[in-house]
Protein backbone atom coordinates (compact mmCIF):
# COMPACT_ATOMS: atom_id res chain seq x y z
CA UNK A 1 0.00 0.00 0.00
CA UNK A 2 1.58 3.57 -0.90
CA UNK A 3 0.53 6.62 1.06
CA UNK A 4 0.67 10.11 -0.95
CA UNK A 5 0.45 13.13 0.71
CA UNK A 6 -0.42 15.70 -1.47
CA UNK A 7 0.97 19.59 -0.84
CA UNK A 8 -1.40 21.97 0.63
CA UNK A 9 -2.34 24.54 -2.53
CA UNK A 10 -2.53 27.31 -0.16
CA UNK A 11 -1.28 30.44 -1.46
CA UNK A 12 1.64 32.43 -0.40
CA UNK A 13 -0.83 35.38 1.04
CA UNK A 14 -3.04 32.94 2.48
CA UNK A 15 0.01 32.33 5.00
CA UNK A 16 -0.89 36.10 6.37
CA UNK A 17 -4.15 35.88 8.05
CA UNK A 18 -5.79 38.19 10.37
CA UNK A 19 -4.95 36.31 13.33
CA UNK A 20 -1.46 35.20 12.66
CA UNK A 21 -0.85 38.71 12.50
CA UNK A 22 -2.51 39.89 15.28
CA UNK A 23 -0.76 36.97 17.03
CA UNK A 24 2.50 38.39 15.72
CA UNK A 25 1.75 41.80 16.83
CA UNK A 26 0.96 41.22 20.33
CA UNK A 27 4.08 39.15 20.85
CA UNK A 28 6.14 41.92 19.45
CA UNK A 29 4.25 44.77 21.66
CA UNK A 30 4.87 42.08 24.70
CA UNK A 31 8.56 41.54 23.98
CA UNK A 32 8.97 45.41 23.34
CA UNK A 33 7.45 46.15 26.59
CA UNK A 34 9.78 43.68 28.49
CA UNK A 35 12.59 44.95 26.56
CA UNK A 36 11.33 48.57 27.99
CA UNK A 37 11.12 47.83 31.40
CA UNK A 38 14.35 45.67 31.14
CA UNK A 39 16.27 49.20 30.39
CA UNK A 40 14.44 51.40 32.61
CA UNK A 41 15.73 48.44 36.01
CA UNK A 42 19.16 48.84 34.62
CA UNK A 43 19.45 52.34 34.28
CA UNK A 44 17.64 53.31 37.69
CA UNK A 45 16.85 50.03 39.73
CA UNK A 46 14.71 52.24 42.29
CA UNK A 47 12.02 53.35 39.68
CA UNK A 48 9.80 50.23 40.69
CA UNK A 49 10.39 49.72 44.28
CA UNK A 50 8.26 51.28 47.18
CA UNK A 51 11.67 51.84 48.81
CA UNK A 52 13.46 54.33 49.05
CA UNK A 53 9.93 56.50 49.09
CA UNK A 54 10.27 59.86 47.28
CA UNK A 55 11.05 61.94 50.47
CA UNK A 56 14.05 59.66 51.18
CA UNK A 57 15.12 59.68 47.23
CA UNK A 58 15.14 63.60 47.60
CA UNK A 59 17.10 63.38 50.74
CA UNK A 60 19.22 61.30 49.12
CA UNK A 61 19.92 63.31 46.41
CA UNK A 62 20.52 66.50 48.11
CA UNK A 63 23.02 64.72 50.68
CA UNK A 64 25.31 63.41 48.57
CA UNK A 65 26.14 66.53 47.37
CA UNK A 66 27.44 67.24 50.90
CA UNK A 67 24.31 69.24 52.03
CA UNK A 68 23.80 69.27 55.99
CA UNK A 69 20.48 70.28 57.56
CA UNK A 70 18.03 69.75 54.74
CA UNK A 71 14.74 69.98 55.05
CA UNK A 72 12.32 69.39 52.18
CA UNK A 73 9.46 71.38 51.28
CA UNK A 74 6.40 70.82 48.88
CA UNK A 75 6.54 70.68 45.17
CA UNK A 76 7.42 73.16 43.12
CA UNK A 77 4.87 74.62 40.40
CA UNK A 78 7.16 75.60 38.18
CA UNK A 79 10.97 74.24 38.32
CA UNK A 80 11.00 70.77 36.91
CA UNK A 81 11.38 69.45 33.57
CA UNK A 82 8.39 67.96 31.50
CA UNK A 83 9.92 64.11 32.60
CA UNK A 84 9.84 65.05 36.01
CA UNK A 85 6.23 64.58 38.73
CA UNK A 86 5.05 67.07 40.62
CA UNK A 87 4.48 64.60 43.17
CA UNK A 88 7.92 63.25 43.61
CA UNK A 89 9.55 66.62 42.97
CA UNK A 90 10.45 68.44 46.23
CA UNK A 91 11.71 72.21 47.03
CA UNK A 92 14.31 72.29 49.90
CA UNK A 93 16.65 74.35 51.57
CA UNK A 94 20.21 73.58 53.12
CA UNK A 95 23.85 73.88 54.19
CA UNK A 96 26.22 73.28 51.46
CA UNK A 97 29.72 72.43 52.15
CA UNK A 98 31.39 75.91 52.50
CA UNK A 99 28.42 76.56 55.25
CA UNK A 100 26.29 78.90 53.46
CA UNK A 101 22.44 78.62 53.38
CA UNK A 102 21.01 77.57 50.39
CA UNK A 103 17.57 76.90 48.76
CA UNK A 104 16.62 74.63 45.28
CA UNK A 105 15.00 72.05 44.17
CA UNK A 106 14.58 68.28 43.72
CA UNK A 107 13.07 67.05 40.59
CA UNK A 108 12.47 63.73 40.54
CA UNK A 109 10.47 61.30 37.89
CA UNK A 110 8.62 57.80 37.52
CA UNK A 111 11.01 56.41 35.31
CA UNK A 112 14.44 58.19 36.30
CA UNK A 113 16.28 59.29 39.06
CA UNK A 114 16.58 62.71 40.95
CA UNK A 115 17.83 66.05 39.62
CA UNK A 116 18.77 68.75 42.07
CA UNK A 117 18.25 72.39 40.72
CA UNK A 118 19.69 75.45 42.31
Not at 68 to 97: E, Q, R, W, Y
Request: aromatic share 12%.
Amino acid sequence: MRYEFEHSKRSFWSYFSITNLLGAAFIGAVALFVGLMVKVLIQDPSAFSSTPSTPDRAYVAVSSMGMKDIVLGGAPLFACGKDDSLIMSHSFTATNIVGVKVAGNVCCGFFKGCTVRF
